[in-house]
């Protein structure tokens, strides 16, 4: 039996089923006594009962759509938005953490980079070598702060009891904080100074103007003493003493421990001054040296030379090393 066949067996016992079951049905409704039977009855429940669950499927879904009645899936949505939303806020959060940082750290290097350059001052005071750069680092430490100079000048006056006299007028504007802090400044610098005039207010355009006086005392001897000029001098003569090239000093790579002392030449130029060569050897290198000259990687001066041999002074000058003669002086 094929497919086709079975279809058609199929159909006909359904139709002979309905031809035999309809006119019974018919006859039993216009009796009355259609429904008398059980399976009539179980037919009809079941009908009744998937009538209400319909129903009751419908008003549940209509309260569902109106927000009458939170489902899981509702509230997994709204889970779901507020997750979104709280990411979201944790992140303008982090941006947020990450800009202030950003702006503390600045804060920071700022405040240090003020501090060192106040540092620097309190250091200088009261030299006169500070004193003859005096507007020009308070001008710089002003435009640190941005702060705008009205004036700044600064007036000698007669001496007083040994002392050097002098009067700094200066008249700025900026913000509150940056005026306030400039005159802080001033006082810690100026610690034995005399305020004579100080004046702080709010101008109309909302920048506050700080305009002050201040009578300043100098030692008068300060500029002979290791606060002063000399110190700054030394230090200079000492970066050009550290500044030196290897090309020099003689010998730069040799100790003068390894040197051995072989002759000496004098110069037959024509000039004032006689001139007088010192031979050195270190190893298979020979080298002429003179007084004032560096040498060794000890950096040894050359001072002078006599019978027992060339003198060597420390970085000071002093005498400190004898390179004696290889054999008998020349």
Not at 171 to 189: D, E, F, I, P, V
Request: charged letters at 15%; aromatic letters at 10%.
């Amino acid at each position: 039996m094929n497919r086709h066949e079975l279809k058609n067996l199929v159909m006909r016992k359904c139709v002979s089923v309905l031809s035999i079951a309809w006119p019974q049905a018919d006859f039993l409704w216009r009796n009355g006594s259609l429904f008398h039977s059980v399976w009539a009855r179980v037919g009809r429940g079941c009908f009744v009962a998937g009538l209400c669950v319909l129903c009751i499927w419908g008003v549940w879904q209509t309260m569902a759509t109106a927000g009458w009645i939170q489902t899981h899936r509702m509230q997994w949505q709204q889970m779901a938005r507020a997750q979104v939303t709280q990411q979201a806020e944790q992140a303008l959060q982090r941006a947020k953490f990450k800009a202030l940082f950003l702006t503390h750290a600045q804060k920071i290097e700022a405040l240090l980079e003020y501090q060192s350059q106040v540092d620097e001052l309190i250091l200088a005071w009261p030299n006169s070598a500070f004193r003859m750069q005096l507007i020009h680092r308070l001008q710089q430490l002003a435009q640190t702060k941005n702060l705008h100079i009205v004036q700044m000048k600064f007036t000698p006056l007669p001496d007083e009891q040994g002392f050097e006299v002098g009067t700094l007028d200066f008249s700025l504007k900026g913000s509150q904080s940056a005026t306030l802090a400039y005159w802080q400044s001033l006082n810690q610098l100026f610690q034995n100074g005399i305020w004579p005039k100080l004046t702080w207010r709010l101008l109309p355009m909302g920048e506050y103007a700080l305009e002050g006086q201040i009578h300043l005392l100098w030692d008068a001897d300060d500029a002979f003493t290791d606060a002063g000029v000399e110190l700054q001098e030394a230090s200079r003569v000492m970066a050009e003493k550290k500044s030196l090239s290897l090309d020099a000093r003689a010998l730069p790579d040799h100790s003068v421990a390894q040197m051995r002392l072989v002759g000496a030449v004098q110069s037959l130029t024509a000039s004032q001054q006689t001139l007088f060569w010192t031979l050195v050897q270190s190893g298979q290198q020979t080298s002429a040296v003179k007084p004032g000259q560096y040498l060794g990687i000890e950096n040894r001066l050359v001072l002078s030379l006599d019978a027992q041999g060339l003198w060597l002074g420390d970085e000071f000058g002093q005498p400190s090393s004898l390179l004696a003669w290889e054999k008998v002086p020349p």
